[in-house]
């Protein structure tokens, strides 16, 4: 039997979300309000039909989306997210974000990312995750100590972490992942790290004791996670910044890592297993270009005002209007809310030409705007 009072607190979270204006355009709050929706929907329940039909009013209150997560403290979504999960267990599991992305059979790193590789053989056992450090991250890369088999960010505590998880498994080299900088608010994607490595997940992927607001894990199997918590061991620096110490802390777990051990157990560790893959798309030239009814835009840099101008004609060459910016996002966005573009090629387009405009004025190179 489902209680009214939990509930309560999830219309109570989600109302004082949409009560924010960066909410209403966030990511994180459509796919909550969307998730919800069809979860909330399988109870079949009396108690929870003033919900839906408050998320249905909801969801169309949602302006165009302008980011998938800002990082908040607190995330209303993510908290009425939370509780439902909670308190309605039974229930299928509400999805957090579905990013995917694309696995690489014959590269490493796998999986594509903002990494620093320096991969050598067994005398670079140690992977850094600088977390939320992003600086930290470089300045380690320009040293590029040969304890070191890569190096890089993770902001997150779901999409970051799974591709830890496949980076790691796929090179058996790697037999630490050491945590260093400062953990994301919000997401505590080190905490995560260190959660899913002590305690792994749970029916539901969701990693056990993790104090990130969406720590399930959709783009890795149970073995992926299972294969990872027993190649490695997670090192907790958080907090850390001093490149030295990190320097320091890799060349004494190198010491502590043996290769070239021939037990049997460290053969089967040091295996990498097949990982689970997302079909590739390869993109292709269309065959025809469909022209928008809408018109054509010309661009015209102005470094000397430090402005884009954009000229809007129709298709009979009559000047419509010119809109006039300091950079390519509030263009384009102009554009789109009027309802001057609508062809999502003509957008792509757009925004492409856009931002290749906003660079010729940054470093002051000519530009020239390409053919649709």
């Known amino acids: 039997m489902v209680e009214t009072k939990p509930v309560d607190k999830i219309q109570f979270e989600l109302r004082e979300g949409m009560g924010l204006p960066k909410c209403r355009k966030c990511g994180c709050m459509k796919e909550s309000l969307e998730s919800l929706q069809t ?11 003033d919900l839906l039909a408050k998320i249905e009013h909801w969801l169309e209150q949602m302006e165009p989306i302008k980011y998938a997560c800002l990082g908040c403290e607190y995330c209303f979504p993510a908290v009425a997210t939370n509780i439902f999960h909670k308190a309605f267990s039974e229930s299928r599991e509400t999805q957090a974000p579905t990013c995917a992305f694309e696995v690489s059979e ?33 300045r380690l890369a320009r040293i590029r100590p040969t304890e070191l088999c890569i190096v890089g960010k993770t902001e997150t505590e779901n999409i ?27 997401h505590q994607s080190g905490r995560t790290l260190l959660a899913l490595w002590e305690h792994g997940v ?5 990693v056990i004791g993790s104090p990130g ?38 060349k004494a777990l190198a010491q502590k890592s043996n290769p070239f051990c021939s037990c049997e157990e460290s053969k089967e560790l040091t295996t990498p297993i097949r990982i689970s893959e997302v079909p590739i798309v390869h993109a292709e030239q269309p065959a025809k270009v469909q022209m928008d009814k809408a018109g054509y835009f010309v661009i015209l840099p102005q470094p000397d005002k430090q402005i884009i101008l954009v000229e809007h004609y129709s298709y009979d060459n009559t ?35 856009l931002a290749k405009a906003e660079l010729s004025i940054k470093h002051g190179v000519k530009y020239v705007q390409d053919g649709a």
């Open 39 to 49: 979860s909330l929907s399988s109870l079949q329940v009396e108690a929870s039909s």
């Open 319 to 353: 000047l419509q209007r010119v809109i006039d910016g300091k950079d390519a996002r509030s263009i384009y966005l102009t554009i789109i809310a009027n309802g001057w573009v609508t062809q999502l090629s003509h957008a792509a387009y757009l925004g492409k030409e």
């Open 160 to 186: 970051g972490i799974e591709k830890v998880i496949k980076n790691t498994i796929t090179n058996p080299t790697i037999r630490f992942v050491l945590l260093a900088g400062k953990d994301p608010k919000g």
């Open 213 to 250: 607001r969406r720590p399930i894990l959709r783009n890795v199997t149970r073995e992926e996670v299972e294969a990872f918590r027993q190649q490695v061991r997670v090192v907790d620096m958080m907090g850390c910044e001093d490149e030295e110490r990190i320097v320091e802390e890799l």
């Open 202 to 206: 749970d029916e539901n992927m969701k």
């Open 106 to 138: 014959h590269d490493w790193p796998t999986v594509a990312g903002e990494y620093h590789e320096f991969c050598n053989g067994p005398g670079c056992p140690v992977a850094v995750s600088t977390l939320a450090s992003v600086e930290l991250a470089e």
